[in-house]
């Protein structure tokens, strides 16, 4: 697994550990954000028996080319990227060393090892320039407006193309705003709970009625264990004259979303925070910003058919364990 010290990978293979299973975990502690906080998720992972850390840049070629003749895989769940829509203005190289040149290097460890399933984070930033919602994969996504979200689009084709020639069944996640405990220091809740704690104003894009699909990091969770055992297969009724943008009639691959199938307007997501904490935000309206989308919200029917996924955690129950996490891990002084 890849990302195993960010938010995502954390909880995963805290997850996969609790049942039992053997993680090899590969992550850098890159400082995009506080490595101290990374450094504390990999200690509760590394405290696991069946936890073995690899301390290595996914771009790094010859390591991940040896790590994956190492441990010969049965499943590969790359979450290792440089994520951030807006850092992806100020630092483009970042997420081409990362996003592809470091997928590559996923993609042909697996070529190598021919595990049974590769599962991969793409993002619900592919959709783009498209308003059609909810966002269902079968509608394709063709015009991201952003370079992070053109990476994952990228990566989705990638994973199509090594499941064509070398029959590496993948499927791609498209996430939807996930948040909750462990978070990453970046994403709005994560702020919001700090400046509202230290008495400082908040940032708020759009006016503040921007919508998103907020779901909740165990929900992800239970989306990516439900894939690892049921690997893509080739769809046997793809039509090469109408094709389906989510599967394949030529390789064993699938893209799917992971979402809470539900828009939230920002201010009630603040709303609940704000009753959650006992305190009001103090709010700075700004205009929308290069790169943001009006509205997401997850179709998430063909997970449900293929996985049994249900989302289940609501956004009040969702912000009330993130602040509970949030008071007890940076305790007030």
């Not at 990302?3 to 850098?28: E, K």
């Not at 619900?124 to 509608?139: C, M, T």
């Not at 063709?142 to 979200?149: M, S």
């Not at 109408?242 to 390789?251: H, I, Q, R, Y």
Request: aromatic residues 10%; charged residues 25%.
């Amino acid at each position: 697994m890849t990302g195993s010290a960010g938010f995502i990978g954390f909880h995963l293979a805290r997850r996969l550990l609790d049942h039992g299973d053997a993680v090899v975990g590969l992550d850098d502690l890159n400082p995009y954000y506080d490595p101290s906080l990374k450094a504390a998720r990999l200690a509760i992972l590394e405290a696991h028996a069946g936890y073995r850390h690899a301390r290595l840049d996914l771009a790094d070629r010859a390591g991940v080319t040896e790590l994956f003749a190492q441990v010969k895989p049965d499943g590969v769940v790359n979450l290792a990227a440089q994520a951030g829509v807006r850092y992806s203005l100020e630092k483009p190289e970042a997420y081409v060393d990362s996003n592809i040149v470091g997928f590559l290097n996923i993609l042909e460890g697996c070529r190598s090892v021919q595990p049974k399933h590769l599962v991969y984070a793409s993002t619900s930033s592919v959709y783009g320039a498209n308003g059609k919602l909810p966002f269902n994969v079968h509608d394709g996504a063709n015009h991201p407006i952003t370079l992070y979200a053109a990476t994952k689009l990228a990566n989705e084709s990638m994973a199509h193309a090594y499941a064509h020639l070398f029959r590496v069944p993948s499927t791609g996640f498209r996430f939807f705003t996930v948040y909750g405990p462990w978070g990453r220091p970046d994403m709005a809740l994560f702020k919001f709970t700090g400046a509202i704690l230290a008495g400082r104003p908040i940032d708020v894009y759009g006016e503040g009625r921007m919508q998103r699909d907020f779901t909740y990091v165990d929900d992800i969770v239970d989306g990516l264990v439900a894939a690892l055992d049921r690997p893509a297969q080739v769809n046997g009724a793809w039509d090469a004259l109408a094709p389906d943008p989510a599967t394949s009639g030529v390789a064993p691959w699938r893209v799917l979303n992971l979402g809470a199938s539900r828009r939230v307007e920002l201010m009630r997501y603040i709303e609940v925070l704000e009753e959650k904490l006992g305190r009001k935000a103090q709010i700075n309206f700004l205009p929308m910003q290069p790169g943001d989308v009006a509205r997401t919200e997850a179709d998430v029917e063909e997970t449900r058919v293929a996985l049994d996924y249900a989302p289940r955690t609501s956004i009040e129950e969702g912000v009330a364990r993130f602040v509970d996490w949030y008071l007890d891990y940076y305790p007030r002084r």
